[in-house]
């Protein structure tokens, strides 16, 4: 079972589609892009392409983070969340066939035929699922002191 989220966290992967995933390379070294994700039962969701050095890291060792920003979304540029997990990746037809229709609807949220047609492009066997299960969750809200900083004449 992951983590409980507290309100913030919640509020902030309610509003925003973005995180920053972070993992390990052969080495040890720490390697991280940012990606699309959605928020739904319990876990982050996000995809990737097979072939990407990502999939071996993670294959390897499935213990990653994510970070999510408040930065351009309703929440404000001074809320953030850092989560520690595991990370499983999902080859199979059926989680693709639930995960694509909701993805797409999530990041191309003002087209519901731009949508489908990249539920339906995406849907194949190089595009795996990434679910993220968070272990540690690291809130973190500054939002009230940058508003109170910036009120000062």
């Given at each position: 079972m992951g983590a409980m989220l507290d309100t913030l966290s919640e509020q902030l992967l309610d509003a925003?589609?973005?995180?920053?995933?972070?993992?390990?390379?052969?080495?040890?070294?720490p390697a991280?892009?940012?990606v699309s994700f959605l928020y739904a039962k319990e876990s982050l969701w996000m995809t990737t392409l097979e072939n990407f050095p990502r999939i071996r890291a993670i294959d390897r060792n499935p213990k990653v983070a994510l970070v999510v920003s408040?930065?351009?979304?309703?929440m404000g540029d001074t809320r953030c969340v850092s989560m520690r997990g595991t990370c499983i990746i999902h080859r199979d037809a059926q989680i693709r066939d639930?995960?694509?229709?909701l993805f797409s609807s999530r990041v191309l949220d003002k087209s519901?035929?731009?949508a489908s047609m990249m539920a339906k492009s995406m849907n194949n066997d190089s595009n795996l699922v990434l679910q993220f299960t968070p272990e540690k969750v690291i809130p973190y809200d500054a939002q009230d002191m940058m508003n109170r900083a910036n009120s000062i004449p």
């Open positions: 925003q589609n973005e995180c920053t995933l972070c993992w390990s390379t052969t080495d040890g070294s991280a892009t940012v408040g930065k351009g979304s309703k639930w995960f694509f229709p519901k035929l731009g």
